[in-house]
């Protein structure tokens, strides 16, 4: 593996040859997508993402977390084609809609404004899926973690599939569950622990791992693998019957930094999420060595980390002909949302008065 340090930048930030992991991953396959897609149309597209991500971030430090989620939940889906940012329509359901995404997937308005910034400086050239694409490394690498050159040249989805969607890994799954979800969609081993390694920064919601609290799997107690000191906090965040709505870190350790910390925190049976300890407490399974090696090594688990994520946005994109530029990433081009229809609806009915009621 090709590796280079940036002497003008922190620790963990690392250049990662393009021409090296492509080679030795997909070797022609995926041709389509090459990181200089853009560079006769819209050369400063990747500066133009990390600013606008930079802004975000100085009123919402979780935002870059939130980000790279869009990409992983999008990319399980139908391939990376952009399918989970379009909204409501009266021909399509939106993925927005599944349990996995609804009141947790977080912004679509970061989104639309890195958009909105690269159809300003290039009109209609960067599709939405690769905003995606480029928001995702954008948001590693300003945490502190490595920087790749992104593979371009994704089209935007006409559709999206609710019933997909659906079915995209859960936190309360168990191991074998979720890792034959990502084999389903051309993933290995590795790359669920890797691609799990997201979770070393941004927030979880009570409700994704209060299974764990007081009755993990009908047993009337809490999960074994859970560390009691982080099970009092937990459940004094989360209590019983309260409300599912508090927030806390995915990463005890360093919060917004993207580093090792999430793997030696499940060393120490201090993941927050089932899918997360499962990884280190599931006895004998393959993840556990990978768990231990990333732990000891950063280094090794930024190119790990890398690699799966270039598989990852490579997952059956739309390319050449196929799909379109969106417009807007909300709404399929000539189309309107749901709510947007609703608004020209009362607009040309005129104002409703108390009588019409």
């Not at 853009?38 to 600013?51: H, K, Q």
């Not at 946005?313 to 530029?325: D, F």
Request: aromatic residues 6%; negative net charge; hydrophobic residues 40%.
């Amino acid at each position: 593996m090709a590796v280079t340090r940036s002497s003008s930048t922190c620790d963990g930030f690392f250049i990662i040859s393009l021409i090296v992991i492509v080679s030795s991953l997909f070797g022609t396959s995926s041709a389509q997508l090459n990181a200089t897609f853009y560079s006769g149309t819209c050369p400063n597209a990747s500066a133009i993402v990390r600013s606008t991500i930079q802004q975000a971030l100085q009123s919402d430090a979780r935002i870059g977390a939130s980000l790279i989620r869009l990409h992983f939940h999008d990319c399980f889906v139908n391939g990376c084609d952009g399918s989970l940012l379009l909204d409501d329509t009266g021909s399509i359901q939106s993925e927005k809609n599944a349990p996995a995404n609804a009141n947790s997937t977080r912004g679509f308005n970061v989104v639309d404004n890195i958009k909105t910034a690269l159809d300003n400086a290039c009109p209609g050239i960067v599709s939405c899926s690769d905003v995606l694409a480029l928001a995702s490394e954008a948001s590693v690498s300003l945490a502190g973690g490595p920087s790749w050159a992104v593979l371009l040249g994704r089209r935007d989805g006409l559709t999206a599939n609710l019933s997909g969607a659906n079915s995209l890994p859960s936190p309360f799954e168990g191991l074998n569950n979720i890792t034959s979800k990502f084999v389903a969609v051309g993933l290995n081993t590795t790359d669920v622990v890797a691609l799990s390694g997201a979770h070393t920064f941004g927030r979880g919601q009570c409700v994704a791992f209060n299974n764990r609290l007081f009755n993990f799997n009908g047993t009337g107690n809490p999960d074994p693998t859970l560390n009691s000191t982080l099970l009092s906090s937990l459940q004094q965040l989360c209590p019983q019957n309260g409300s599912a709505s508090g927030i806390t870190n995915l990463d005890l350790s360093t919060p917004d930094a993207f580093d090792k910390y999430y793997f030696t925190n499940l060393q120490s049976n201090n993941g927050l999420l089932q899918s997360d300890q499962e990884l280190f407490s599931n006895s004998g399974s393959a993840t556990v060595p990978i768990v231990n090696s990333f732990a000891s090594n950063q280094t090794l688990f930024f190119e790990a980390f890398v690699q799966s994520m270039i598989k990852m946005g490579n997952i059956s994109p739309l390319t050449g002909n196929s799909g379109e530029i969106r417009q807007d990433c909300k709404v399929v081009n000539g189309q309107s949302s749901a709510t947007e229809a609703e608004d020209i609806q009362l607009q040309s009915d005129g104002p409703v008065s108390v009588a019409d009621m």
